[in-house]
């Protein structure tokens, strides 16, 4: 298994750019024209969409119309926002987003993209029924260029358009991370926009980054960033690379697992912060089903540092609080392993893991050990359907044949105390210390959460249950921490 080390030098990084470049030059670089539309959420998936597209270099203005119609007869025209460009760099064309909001749930919209002149043709898309606990999505794992950016994208992008002829009522889509070869290849980039756009301009992707979208010198997966719009719910500083989005009966946890890499050069602060963020963010959903996406296996089945750590930091919170599925990319195979807790096969209560491969770079073994069904050198996808207390996930080739079919149940979350709901909040904004605060009578300066408490008084975050008490031992309520969340979001705004 090969894991990138860091790489500071610019010498390295002008190396790989020059390799990325003998993997295949992508002719139809630049846009001409409002195109490469990516369909997303940033917000309720039942009320609204958004909207990233890229338009020709120079352009100042963009906009998006949409309707019910479908010759977008009394379109609505909103105005949409040019994306910051993280990177730097030269992005082959302007990018702008739009989010569209009060949207009618269980509808079909037709839109169209553009400058105000010239417009992409119309395209639909469908919003969430309000809750629904009867859905299908898709999981894609690493797609990646082995040839040249053209064949390798076209291929994967048949792979789209099969998973979603066979597969209509696909809500959206989960893609592993890895998804280019090089990060820093905007050729790259633009090959993935022109093949993913013809499906993924219907229903919307959602990503996680991998190693492959790396290499920046801030160890961010800048052109990453530039590309997608993304929930920016996570942790400070790590917006995009951590998110989470609810649909239906389903929370999907969305994490950076190559922070363990030591890229970013994180202190063992910043990455207890993020760890403390995941926790809570778990802790804050009652979800039927909680899966994670996430780039590097915590269950690595081949050798790889990056996943021992994810699994060191992460695994005790997900078990906890009620993980049904990780899926998971990074070692080229299509792998399902038995559901596991802390590590040893448990059927009863364990987390399953599911490894997917939709590109064609193959490895040719992997550690079996505790695998339900292992497939080698096979371009796959997963569809997974969310029926009433069943989680179902099947694995297709491009060809429609079902490789693989497991069917899961929920797993239960363990509660939290007011207290420790708290802490978890404190902990994931770098346990910030703050004097002179009045105590609740019930949260004795010795308490271990008595700083945590302390700070989210301050801020207005918590105000007790009257009396100058806080009844930090009591199991907190969904409706308080909403009410935690709602405060918190809003002294951060
Ligand atoms: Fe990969
Ligand atoms: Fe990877």
């Not at 894991?3 to 993997?23: D, G, K, M, Y």
């Not at 792998?335 to 209560?349: F, I, K, M, Q, V």
Request: proline share 5%; aromatic share 12%.
């Amino acid at each position: 298994m090969k894991t990138r080390t860091i790489n500071l030098s610019r010498l390295a990084v002008t190396i790989i750019i020059i390799l990325a470049f003998a993997l295949g030059a992508y002719p139809a670089l630049a846009v001409t024209s409002p195109s490469r539309v990516l369909l997303s959420w940033t917000g309720d998936p039942a009320t609204t969409i958004t909207i990233t597209y890229v338009d020709a270099d120079g352009t100042t203005e963009g906009f998006v119309r949409y309707s019910t119609d479908s010759a977008l007869a009394d379109a609505t025209e909103v105005r949409a926002t040019a994306v910051p460009n993280k990177s730097a760099m030269d992005n082959d064309g302007a990018r702008f987003t739009a989010t569209l909001t009060n949207l009618t749930p269980a509808t079909t919209y037709w839109y169209s993209v553009g400058n105000g002149d010239t417009w992409s043709a119309a395209q639909s898309f469908t919003t969430a029924e309000t809750s629904p606990d009867n859905f299908s999505f898709a999981f894609f794992g690493d797609i990646q260029v082995t040839q040249s950016a053209a064949t390798d994208f076209a291929a994967w992008g048949k792979l789209a358009e099969a998973a979603y002829a066979k597969n209509p009522g696909i809500a959206f889509a989960l893609q592993a991370g890895d998804i280019v070869e090089s990060g820093i290849t905007t050729e790259h980039w633009a090959a993935f926009l022109d093949n993913a756009s013809p499906v993924f301009s219907k229903i919307p992707f959602l990503p996680t980054n991998g190693n492959h979208e790396s290499n920046f010198l801030s160890g961010k997966p800048e052109l990453y960033l530039d590309t997608f719009t993304l929930p920016t719910n996570g942790p400070r500083g790590f917006e995009e690379e951590f998110y989470s989005v609810d649909y239906g009966s389903a929370h999907i946890l969305v994490v950076n697992s190559w922070v363990f890499s030591g890229e970013q050069r994180l202190t063992a602060a910043q990455l207890d912060a993020l760890d403390a963020w995941v926790a809570f963010d778990l802790a804050s959903s009652d979800a039927k089903f909680k899966i994670v996406l996430t780039h590097v296996p915590l269950y690595p089945v081949h050798s790889d540092n990056t996943g021992v750590s994810a699994r060191e930091h992460w695994i005790d919170t997900f078990q906890k609080y009620g993980v049904t599925l990780m899926l998971v990319g990074h070692q080229h195979v299509y792998s399902r392993l038995s559901p596991l807790t802390n590590g040893a096969p448990d059927y009863e209560d364990g987390i399953t893991q599911i490894m997917g491969n939709s590109g064609l770079k193959f490895y040719d073994s992997a550690d079996e050990t505790y695998a339900e069904r292992t497939i080698y050198n096979v371009s796959n996808y997963q569809v997974l359907t969310v029926d009433g207390d069943e989680l179902i996930v099947q694995t297709f080739d491009i060809d429609g044949n079902e490789l693989d079919y497991v069917a899961l149940t929920p797993r239960a979350s363990e509660s939290v105390t007011r207290a420790e709901y708290v802490d978890m909040l404190w902990r994931s904004v770098g346990s910030p210390v703050v004097e002179g605060v009045e105590r609740f009578t019930d949260v004795p300066q010795n308490s271990p959460y008595a700083a945590a408490i302390a700070w989210a008084r301050s801020a207005g975050i918590v105000v007790g249950v009257g009396g100058n008490r806080f009844n930090p031992n009591s199991k907190i309520l969904p409706k308080h921490m909403n009410l935690i969340l709602d405060r918190y979001n809003a002294v951060m705004a």
